[in-house]
């Protein structure tokens, strides 16, 4: 009973910070063009890549060491030291940008008078590595309740600001990124404010938790840009080598099946502390109830696929603006690659408990390297849509290879189902 409740109160928290995006997207559609939407997809995708480059993945190891650090003034000073790593790697990318800003903006298809964005999207990054550690850590708090109440809060904010921009002011894009700026803005102090009362903040910092901090996080910085190149480089080839527009009409199908992303990250937050605190007593009964829980999860994910792909025209149809009506086919291919992400993030789990995160980092040059070719060849041959196949492929790749080795590092008894039946 408490799995369904934790995982329905992460889902419904994860489907209001999606709303930000996917429940605004239909309104919006009416008031911003597809070449406008491909800019805002381009600049989405800017500050994605610039968050692993900016805090170098260096918050992870909070959420591995919150359950084996018992000294609470000791782990303050992890913490607080954890904070400083992205500000020097941020100062680098503020400086880059405005420096070469025509550079950059040519890159991402960006009109070269709106360049000022790219200063702001640095700004927009570092302040959502504070926002992202403030919600990871309540959830590894196990405060599902306040995790949900904060997002909630976010949205509405977000939201007001959104419609007010766009509809009211006739802002267009500028006005959807202005309201992302501003609301992370305020949830930056939020965070500090929450992280204050918490007693986490301190002077005491400390070089090598520093160190520490960067050597956990180096490796899974080419993770996370793997990740990026996956789910967000296809912006790119598409704009480069189809359109714009395309861009932006491919950008409101994914937006779709990235409603499944929204269930996987909810199942996330639920199983990292879940299996974090029955590797610490690594008994016959918690590995048992670690590959159950495994299993209903990844059951559950099938499920929200079929459901996604079936309601995704009627959606379409009845909701969105008739110029984003071939955006349907790509719904189904973004949803299936974001379930094989769910059972990457299941296995990645026991890796990310060995804190030996060099794996992953490997894994993710392979991916890079193998998603920017199936990129280029896939939509040379189908089009747009083969973003969507590279997507899918990828994903399937990294799930089948984090298996193996998870299953290497912690042997599970993956095959509990069949050994009842035989006894």
Known sequence: MKFFKKISIYTFAGFLNAGISFFLMPYLSHFIKPGEYGILSMINAYVTILIPLIGLAGSGIITVDYFKMKDKKEFASLFSSVQLIPLLPALFFLIVNLVFPS?????????????????????VALLNIYIDTFFAFMVIEQKAGLYALFNLAKLLIEVGLTVWFVAGLKMSWEGRLLSWLITTIVFFFVSLFYF?????????????????????????????????????????????????????????????????????????NFIYPFINERLENPTDANKRQIVKTSYAVTGLSFLALLVITFASPYFFSWLVDKSYAESTVYVFWVALSYFFWGVYMIFSGYIFYTKDTGFLGWISVLSVVLNIALNYVLILNFGAIGAAYATCISFFIIAVLTAVEANKRIPLPWNIFILKKTA
């Open 103 to 123: 550079l950059i903006a040519s890159l991402f298809e960006i009109p070269a008078d709106k360049s000022y964005w790219l200063s702001l999207s640095v700004v």
């Open 196 to 268: 204050q009362k918490q007693n986490l903040l301190t002077a005491r910092v400390s070089r090598k938790y520093v160190i520490a901090g960067v050597s956990f996080g180096l490796p899974l910085v080419l993770h996370v840009i793997g990740k990026f190149v996956i789910n967000q480089s296809d912006r790119v080839f598409i704009a480069k080598m189809v359109s714009i527009d395309e861009a932006g009409i491919y950008n409101i199908g994914y937006q779709v099946g990235m409603v499944m992303l929204v269930l996987v990250n909810a199942i996330g």
